[in-house]
C-alpha cells in the first residue's frame, strides 16, 4: 500500500508571511499515462474538503494564485506565498495514483 | 449548482448494519467513478471504497472488504453504502465524493455521521 506523510503537522503562521507544506509517497505517483496524480485540499471545521490543486500542480477554478503546488515522483510541495486569514484550516495531500491515499493533514493557524 | 447529499447515517450497534445513500443533482452522475471517504472524530481522512460509473466494478479499502458493499442506480443518480457488522472503528463522517483524476471539477457531499456503539 502507498503510504503519504505530510510535513509539518502544525503550521503555525504570521499574516502575510509564507507557508510550504511537504509531502512524500512511498512510491512514485507517476501513474502509466504518465500523468502524476497528487492533489491538495482544504478543509475548516465542519466543512466538506475542497480541492486545491490536481495534478501536482493545477489549481482549481477559484483557487487563488497565492497558492501553488510543484513537486515530481515521490515528493511534493504546497506553497503559500502569502498567509490570509481565510487560509486556516487542514491541508492534505492525497495521492490518486494508486488507487487513493490522504496523508496525515497539515493544521494551519494564525500566530 | 452541483450538489451530492448523503443520508442514512445515524447510530448503530457494534455487529449492525446501516445503508449510506448520496443522491446526485445537476451532475453528469453516470459519467463519474464515485467514492466513499471517511472521517473519524478529529482524525484525518481515509478513502473507503469506489465503484466505476457503470457500476461493473468496485473497490475497498481492507479494513472494510467482506464488510461493506458500494453500489449505485445511475437512473436515480444514487450512490450508496451498504455497512455490514460495524465495528466501534468504523465511527466516522462518511463523505461521498467524485475524487476525479480528471482536470474536471472535484465534489463531495457534506457528509453523514456514522456513530457505532452500544
Known amino acids: 500500500d502507498v503510504v503519504v506523510t505530510q510535513s509539518p503537522l502544525s503550521l503555525p503562521v504570521t499574516l502575510g508571511q509564507p507557508a510550504s507544506i511537504s509531502c512524500r509517497s512511498s512510491q512514485s505517483l507517476v501513474y502509466s499515462d504518465g500523468n502524476t496524480y497528487l492533489n491538495w485540499f482544504h478543509q475548516r471545521p465542519g466543512q466538506s474538503p475542497r480541492r486545491l490543486i490536481y495534478?501536482?500542480?493545477n489549481r482549481d477554478s477559484g483557487v487563488p494564485d497565492r497558492f501553488s503546488g510543484s513537486g515530481s515522483g515521490t515528493d511534493f510541495t504546497l506553497k503559500i506565498s502569502r498567509v490570509e486569514a481565510e487560509d486556516v484550516g487542514v491541508y492534505y495531500c492525497?495521492?490518486?495514483?494508486?488507487?487513493?491515499?490522504f496523508g496525515q493533514g497539515t493544521k494551519l493557524e494564525i500566530k | 449548482e452541483v450538489q451530492l447529499l448523503e443520508s442514512g447515517g445515524g447510530l448503530a450497534q457494534p455487529g449492525g448494519s446501516l445503508r449510506l445513500s448520496c443522491r446526485a443533482t445537476k451532475f453528469t452522475f453516470a459519467s463519474y467513478s464515485m467514492n466513499w471517504v471517511r472521517q473519524a472524530p478529529g482524525k484525518g481522512l481515509e478513502w473507503v471504497s469506489a465503484i466505476t460509473g457503470s457500476g461493473d466494478r468496485t473497490f475497498y479499502v481492507d479494513s472494510v472488504k467482506g464488510r461493506f458493499t458500494i453500489s449505485r442506480d445511475n437512473s436515480k443518480n444514487t450512490l450508496y453504502l451498504q455497512m455490514d457488522s460495524l465495528r466501534a472503528d468504523d465511527t466516522a463522517v462518511y463523505f461521498c465524493?467524485?475524487?476525479?483524476?480528471?482536470?474536471?471539477?472535484?465534489?463531495w457531499g457534506q457528509g453523514t455521521l456514522v456513530t457505532v456503539s452500544s
Open positions: 465524493a467524485t475524487l476525479t483524476r480528471l482536470p474536471t471539477p472535484d465534489y
Open positions: 495534478q501536482v500542480s
Open positions: 492525497m495521492q490518486g495514483t494508486h488507487w487513493f491515499t
